[in-house]
Structure formats: C-alpha cells, structure tokens
C-alpha cells in the first residue's frame, strides 16, 4: 500500500492532499484479487466493477438497506460504507463464495428457496451475507423475536419478512445438525 | 452517490497520525470506522481533502476494566463493548444504549469514540457520557486534553474536538452501588435514531429511597440535555414512584423544534412518557445492585 507519508516536505499540505492510486488485494472468497484504485473506491465497487463481483448488490450507497453487505474477515459490514483501501490485506466473503462448487445451494440459500424468503431478489445478497454472520456467532438462534432485531439491518421491498424469519430459522437448525460454519463455502458431502 | 475524490493515509502509529493531521489541518479527517462520515461522504455532506485512517492503529484497541472506570481507545467498536460482558457487567447503561444504536452490522464497524466525536444529536452514546460524567482524551501535536461530559458537544454534529485533534480514548466512570440506570427510546423502525429518547441514572440511600435522579435526553435539542430530577423524587420509595412531578419538571425545561419526523409538542410528551419509564426501571435496577456494597457517602 502507498499510504506512507512519501513527500520530501512533510508540510506541503498539496502533496498530502493529492489523489494517488492504491495498488489493493485483498482474498475475496478465498482467492487473492488485486486492483489499482483511487481512495473513494467503495469496497462494494471494488468487488463490483474492478472484479466482476456482481452478486454484491447496492441500493442506497448509506447504510441504511443491507443489500451490500459482505463479510469482512467473518463478520458482516457494509461494503458501501467501506473505502477498498482500506481493508488492503484482508478477507472478504460475498455471496459468490457461499454455493458448493457444484452449484449445490449453501443451507442458508437453500433455506432462503424453500421459503420463499425471495421475490425480485434485490435484496437477497445482503440478508444471505447477514444471516451467515449472524448463525455464526449465534448458532443457537431460534426466538423469533431476537432474529428479527438482528437482521433488522437489512431492507425488503417485497416479502414482508415472514418468509426471510422462516429462512433463517431453518438454516439455524440445518447448521446446527451439520455443524457446519457458515461463513465457509458449502461442501455437500462434509455433513 | 459515490464519495467525492480525496487523498488517504493510513498512518502506521499515533505519533504519525497526530502529525499528518496537524499538517492537514482544515483538510484532514479522521477515519474511524466510517459509518457516520462515509455516508456523509456519499452524500456529499462531507468534502474532506484527506482522511486520516487510524482503523490500523494497534494501540487504540485497548478495552479495560478497572475499579473506578472502563476505559476504551477509539478503535474499539461499538459491537465489541457492547458484547464484553466484563465492561457491561461494571456499567449496564453501556448495553442498555447500545442495544438501540444502529444494527450489529453498522456495530462492526462504527466505533464507541467515532459515536461521540461525531455528536448526532439523537446519538445513543453522547447522553451516556453526559450522565456518566465521562471524558474524552484529545490528542494533538502539542499535547494532550481532556473533555469532560456535555461539554464535548458544542452543537448538532459538532464536538469540541479540533482538525488537528485526534480522540485516542474516552473514560467512563463507575458509578456508585445503589445506582441504577435505564435507556428508553422511540425510533420508527428498530435500529433508526429515535424520535426522542432517554438514559437515566438513580441512586438509592441505605433505606432503598431515592437519593438522586438525573436524566440525559437525546433528540430533543441540538445536543444531549441533562436535567437533576432528584428533588423531585427525593426520599420517595424506590418500588412506589410517583414520577408525574419529576416528568412535568423535564417537560417544562425541553423545548424541541418540530421537523418532518414529528412536532415538537409530540417529542417533549414523547419524552417526559420515557422518562417515566425509564425512573421506575432504573430505580428497580438500583434496589437490586448488591446492597452489601456501600453507598458512596458510606464509602467516603
Ligand atoms: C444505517 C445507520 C444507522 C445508524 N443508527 C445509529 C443510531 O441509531 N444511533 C447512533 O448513535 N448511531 C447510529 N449510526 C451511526 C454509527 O453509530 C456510527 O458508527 C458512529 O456514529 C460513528 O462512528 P464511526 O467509528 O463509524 O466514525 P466515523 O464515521 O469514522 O467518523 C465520524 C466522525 O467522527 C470523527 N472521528 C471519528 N473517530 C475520531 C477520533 N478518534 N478522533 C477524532 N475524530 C474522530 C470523524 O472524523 C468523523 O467526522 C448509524 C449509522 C448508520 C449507517
Ligand atoms: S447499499 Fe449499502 S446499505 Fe444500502
Ligand atoms: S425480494 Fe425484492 S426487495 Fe427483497
């Protein structure tokens, strides 16, 4: 990363406030990616224009809907409320990494089909991304009540929610039985 | 919107941060978890030359404990605290506000320090540190200073802290045994500033009365308002509060304006109904602190 201080004269605030390109990588589901960017590149543009990456949905660019969140070493964040530069060495996990290899739906998208937790799908990215990070630091999750305050970050124009409940309580149970980590790519025979 | 071009630093310890915002100057921000300023940014509310990323900063990710205070740098998340069971155990109003600050996912990454830099005005966190009587640590080139409480805000979304001013920690006090607190707030949908809101904080004397009652009040004025509504309450039962003149006093000074969220007159009935809640609840909390423990005038 080019984040060092890198002008002879420390004090010449026109240097210190130039536009410079960043050479970033991060391990985007897995496997290393690279780009050259300039700051105000938005993680969710990172993975969108400069990889290719379009299954990372965005819909108001400030937090307020949910439809870009990702994982960030694990955990879920806003990728448009994330400049690329600044998570350079890190790891990311959209909804691309989730599907076995063989296409073989993740239980949590599996659990998202069966229920109907999907209509025009806009959305879908975000609550999938949440809900993984979710079911992994709350395994236990069942009470209909505590699964609604936490998910409540993300927004849908068109379920109504009783569909996208039903999705991730049966997910719960799916991970709970094979225990595996949601976070990780879904690997059919390992159950 | 995407954010309007700037240049970024990530600076690899304080002393390189306090120096690279001194030379920024007006053109500097810090970067914190950005989930206050990037919004703003992609709205083009907020135009900074360069940002000061101190996300990398080690040594402000300290989290501690001790008898008097928990103690967190500003790299700590709002999520982390609110999930330490240790720092909660010692100050349960922390929890109790976070529990309404944003979403866990917004938590990850927005940081407790950020929370009260920023200063919304319907924020969760700045009422805590008004009612804790907490102070924030400022460090800057030439030294460092300590704001204490309200007086770190100076207006909507405007902190007494400088461009050339990094936060590094900020410290909330313990309170006394017998002391109980609550947060109680109305937001349109769970996890949005609320409309109006309020964190409380009651001591009880060794016969369980009350001895002190303070409130904070957020979304109500252009920064977090404390009002004393211990007179109003002294010596009253704590499982028997009658808090209709405690109410009628934080009314009568709370004058909010009216915005397309609600009216004024709506906000101060909104407000006076949560904090008659939130005193029966805190004074509840406060009879069940450990009454081995002593007072603070016992203590002293
Ligand atoms: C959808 C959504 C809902 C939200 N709801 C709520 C809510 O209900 N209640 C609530 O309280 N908050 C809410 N927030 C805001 C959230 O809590 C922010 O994370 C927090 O206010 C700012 O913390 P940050 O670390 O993200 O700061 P940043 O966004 O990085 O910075 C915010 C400001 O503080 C300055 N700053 C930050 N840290 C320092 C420092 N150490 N020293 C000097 N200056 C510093 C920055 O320069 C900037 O001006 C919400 C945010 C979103 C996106
Ligand atoms: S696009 Fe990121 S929260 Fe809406
Ligand atoms: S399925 Fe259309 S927005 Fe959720």
Redesign the pocket.
């Given at each position: 990363m080019t984040s060092e201080l890198t002008t002879d004269d420390p004090t010449d605030v026109r240097e210190l406030t130039r536009e410079r390109l960043h050479e970033v990588t991060v391990t985007v589901n897995g496997l290393p990616r690279s780009a050259t960017v300039p700051p105000r590149r938005l993680l969710s543009d990172l993975l969108r224009h400069d990889l290719r990456l379009t299954g990372t949905h965005v819909g108001c660019e400030?937090?307020?809907c949910g439809a870009c969140t990702v994982l960030l070493d694990g955990a879920p964040v806003r990728s448009c409320?994330t400049f690329a530069v600044a998570v350079d060495g890190r790891e990311i996990t959209t909804v691309e990494g989730l599907a076995a290899e063989d296409g073989t739906l993740h239980p949590v998208q599996q659990a998202f089909h069966d229920h109907h937790g999907l209509q025009c799908g806009f959305c879908t990215p975000g609550f999938v991304m949440s809900a993984c990070g979710y079911l992994a630091a709350h395994p236990d999750a069942e009470d209909d009540g505590e699964i609604r305050a936490e998910m409540a970050g993300n927004l849908c124009r068109c379920t109504g929610y009783a569909g996208i409940l039903a999705a991730v309580k049966q997910a719960a149970a799916v991970l709970r039985d094979t225990g595996a980590d949601p976070r990780q790519r879904h690997r059919p025979d390992a159950s | 919107m995407k954010p309007p071009a700037f240049a970024y630093h990530a600076p690899p310890d304080l002393d390189t941060a306090v120096d690279l915002l001194a030379e920024l100057g007006e053109d500097g921000?810090?970067?914190?978890?950005?989930?206050?300023?990037?919004?703003m940014m992609n709205l083009r509310l907020a135009t900074p030359a360069a940002l000061v990323d101190?996300s990398r900063l080690g040594e402000l990710g300290d989290l501690e404990v001790a008898d008097d205070a928990v103690t967190l740098g500003?790299g700590v998340t709002?999520e982390r605290l609110r999930t330490d069971d240790t720092a909660t155990a010692a100050i349960p109003l922390l929890r109790q506000a976070l529990d309404?600050?944003?979403?866990p996912v917004?938590?990850n990454?927005?940081?407790a320090?950020?929370?009260l830099?920023?200063a919304?005005p319907a924020?969760?966190?700045p009422a805590v540190l008004a009612l804790l009587d907490g102070s924030v640590v400022l460090r800057s080139r030439d030294g460092t200073r300590r704001v204490v409480g309200s007086e770190l805000f100076l207006g909507p979304l405007e902190s007494d802290?400088r461009p050339e001013?990094?936060?590094t920690e900020v410290v909330f006090p313990i309170p006394p045994a017998r002391t109980g607190t609550a947060f109680h707030e109305l937001a349109r949908r769970h996890?949005?500033?609320a409309l109006a809101g309020v964190a409380v904080r009651v001591g009880l004397d060794a016969d369980l009365r009350i001895d002190t009652a303070r409130a904070a009040f957020i979304g109500v004025a252009d920064r977090p308002v404390v009002i004393d509504v211990g007179a109003a309450l002294a010596g009253q039962h704590h499982d028997a509060l009658d808090t209709a003149d405690a109410v009628g006093h934080a009314r009568a000074r709370l004058d909010p304006r009216d915005d397309i969220h609600a009216t004024g007159a709506y906000r101060r009935h909104l407000a006076g109904v949560l904090l008659g809640r939130a005193l029966e609840e805190a004074a509840r909390r406060a009879a069940t602190t450990d009454p081995t423990t002593p007072t603070a005038e016992e203590a002293t």
């Open positions: 400030h937090g307020v409320l | 921000k810090v970067l914190a978890g950005g989930q206050s300023l990037v919004p101190i500003a709002s309404h600050v944003a979403h917004i938590r990454r927005g940081t320090v950020g929370s830099v920023h919304d924020a969760e966190l802290v001013e990094l936060a996890g949005d500033y």
